[in-house]
């Protein structure tokens, strides 16, 4: 690097910097002041739409969760769901009242402080500039602003992964006690967030201690941070692991959800690189953990427990690397581009489909697929330069890792981009220097590797065009709230896709027609969904309701039995069963029975069936 072009990164040499110096304050209030306006325009934008008051899937989870946790109702399983967010949401209706309005204000204020914190990783990881429009970027960033207005865990896991960062960039930069505890503290209340985090515990010790070996600091001072570290864990954690010994008897650190996580992110009957359910439990996330369990006890021949079950998949997830290598490494390969692949994948939204009905989203703010190729170049060129370049990187490496281990989503990635902002603005800055300096040869590495980020953004992967997921879930708002025509397009729509999901939109509209006795239409959508979708089940339950409306009680048996022969801890169909059998067959509505209390005796007593 040439004298000249140190001199011009120093901040003394450049009258911004003083300008800086003396206003970054105002500067930094006033764009955490526009974070904040952004975000209230999209709450009230978002009131204007049937998703407003509507609790989706794991919203409804931790919504009733958080509950009966404030009414003191004792949660009688173990955690199946992260649950520092339950507790969190718990505190907040003791405060205030039951209103999912407050979580939306409390992830509001958690986005605005996360961009105060990405001002302040900028700043450890370079100056105060740079700090600065980083916070701008994250101010501006779409899924930071759509995150805060809905009340998942998505924009706490954002901020508390945001605060790991900073602290850990802070005990490079000057050790202390304190920071060591907090730092423990804190990646302690991610990892009961975002279990996935787990990966990365170890090493943010071996990363910081080797940054005080390299500093020439005693042998005492890097032990007694190495156990500051893993005692702010321990208090963090201790709670959440006690209840969980109380419910079950075992030592649990992270959810009781890891194992089937594993199966269903790697499952090669699923060939998208995304998350699909699987035939043997249910999507719903109130039943799919407990019925994972039913059908690894099944295929094992005896009853496992939460943690046996986990286990079980995790050990068949090893299984389909083992015996079908290729097929396996394909799907991970498949997974590898998604994490880098432009469409924004979610689970619960898609914000280009929501454009559609809160116009606030049509505004043309900033999104992953112009931060990633700066941010990875940024990163790429000085990786090399400082600890703080290298130590960061690796994180960013092994959290990323952990998505294409599970699955990934908008969600699930969201964290990445508290680091991912800032070494954007750095990437930036770092090719108009090599501009300024006519480093040709940097020059090029840099456009390469932004060039190539970019193409791969792009790249046709399965799943990324599939929308159909989003359909059904506005027809099933749109129905519940009586507008049954317009829930009938959407359905249609979906079904015509003809995607994984559609198979839930046929299981809609067949329900639709059953209802009105339209049994040709009915069956006709039915038999659209293949045998080996996650909705083959429910199909069956459906064509067994049917033929026994029609009094054929053989074929609505055979439905019934075959709908369990997939799902076997579904309860609603088996009681369907014995009922039947109650009319024809006392003997076997007594097989049945016993079947059913086995399988009930795996759900909780309480309504959180995932715990």
């Given amino acids: 690097m040439s004298k000249k072009r140190r001199e011009r990164r120093r901040p003394e ?196 201690i080797w940054n005080m070996c390299k500093d020439g600091a005693p042998v005492k001072g890097i032990a007694g941070s190495f156990l500051l570290y893993f005692a702010g864990i321990l208090i963090s954690v201790f709670p959440f692991v006690m209840e969980n010994f109380r419910v079950s008897g075992e030592l649990k650190f992270t959810t009781s959800q890891t194992g089937y996580a594993l199966y269903i992110g790697n499952n090669l009957d699923n060939p998208d690189p995304y998350f699909r359910p699987v035939p043997f439990a249910s999507p719903s996330p109130f039943e799919q953990g407990t019925q994972m369990i039913i059908e690894a006890s099944r295929r094992e021949g005896r009853r496992l427990s939460a943690k046996e079950g986990s286990y079980f998949w995790i050990r068949e997830t090893m299984k389909i690397a083992k015996e079908q290598p290729g097929a396996f490494m394909w799907k991970i390969c498949q997974k590898v581009l998604v994490l880098f692949n432009q469409f924004e994948a979610g689970d619960h939204y898609h914000i280009g489909f929501m454009s559609r009905f809160v116009t606030f989203f049509k505004l043309p703010f900033l999104g992953f697929w112009i931060i990633l190729p700066f941010g990875m170049s940024g990163m790429a060129v000085n990786i090399l330069r400082s600890r703080r370049f290298l130590f960061t990187s690796l994180i960013l490496f092994l959290y990323g890792l952990t998505l294409v281990v599970f699955f990934t989503d908008t969600r699930f990635r969201l964290p990445m981009m508290v680091l991912l902002i800032p070494y954007t603005v750095i990437g930036v800055r770092d090719m108009i220097s090599y501009m300024k300096d006519r480093d040709i040869k940097m020059i090029t590495a840099c456009i390469s590797i932004v060039a190539v980020l970019f193409a791969i953004e792009y790249l046709p992967v399965r799943g990324t065009d599939d929308l159909t997921a989003y359909y059904n879930t506005h027809a099933i708002i749109l129905d519940s709230k009586g507008f049954k025509d317009e829930a009938i397009k959407y359905w249609e729509e979906s079904s015509f896709m003809n995607k994984p999901y559609s198979a839930f939109a046929n299981l809609s509209l067949a329900g639709k027609y059953y209802g009105k006795r339209d049994r040709r239409n009915a069956l006709s959508y039915l038999e659209k969904i293949p045998e080996d979708s996650f909705a083959a089940s429910y199909k069956y339950e459906i064509i067994g309701d049917i033929m026994l409306g029609e009094g054929q009680i053989k074929d609505a048996i055979s439905a019934y039995q075959r709908s369990l022969e997939i799902n076997s801890g579904r309860r609603e169909v088996r009681t369907k069963l014995i009922k039947i059998y109650w009319r024809v067959d006392r003997e076997k509505a007594m097989e049945e029975y016993d079947k059913l209390e086995y399988i009930v005796s795996f759900y909780p007593k309480d309504t959180l069936a995932t715990q």
Avoid at 42 to 67: G, M, N, P
Avoid at 94 to 113: A, E, T
């Fill in 13 to 208: 040499a450049s009258h911004t910097f003083h300008f800086l110096d003396q206003y970054y304050h105002l500067i930094l209030i006033a764009i955490l002041s526009l974070a904040l306006i952004l975000k209230i325009l999209a709450l009230l934008s978002l009131k204007e739409s049937i998703y407003f008051d509507y609790l989706l899937w794991d919203e409804r989870v931790y919504h009733e969760w958080a509950l009966k946790i404030a009414n003191g109702t004792r949660v009688l399983s173990t955690y199946g769901f992260a649950p520092v967010p339950a507790y969190i949401m718990a505190l907040t209706y003791k405060i205030f009242s039951p209103d999912i309005l407050y979580i939306r204000i409390m992830n509001i204020l958690l986005g605005v402080l996360t961009c105060h914190l990405v001002y302040l990783i900028g700043k450890e990881m370079l100056n105060r500039l740079t700090g600065l429009i980083a916070s701008l970027i994250a101010c501006l960033y779409k899924p930071f602003i759509f995150y805060s207005i809905v009340p998942l865990k998505t924009s706490l896991s954002v901020f508390l992964f945001a605060l790991t960062i900073y602290i850990f960039l802070s005990v490079l930069r000057r050790y202390s006690m304190i920071k060591a505890v907090l730092l423990g503290l804190v990646i302690g209340l991610m990892l009961n967030v975002r279990p996935n985090c787990i990966i990365i515990i170890p090493f943010l010790p071996l990363l910081f």
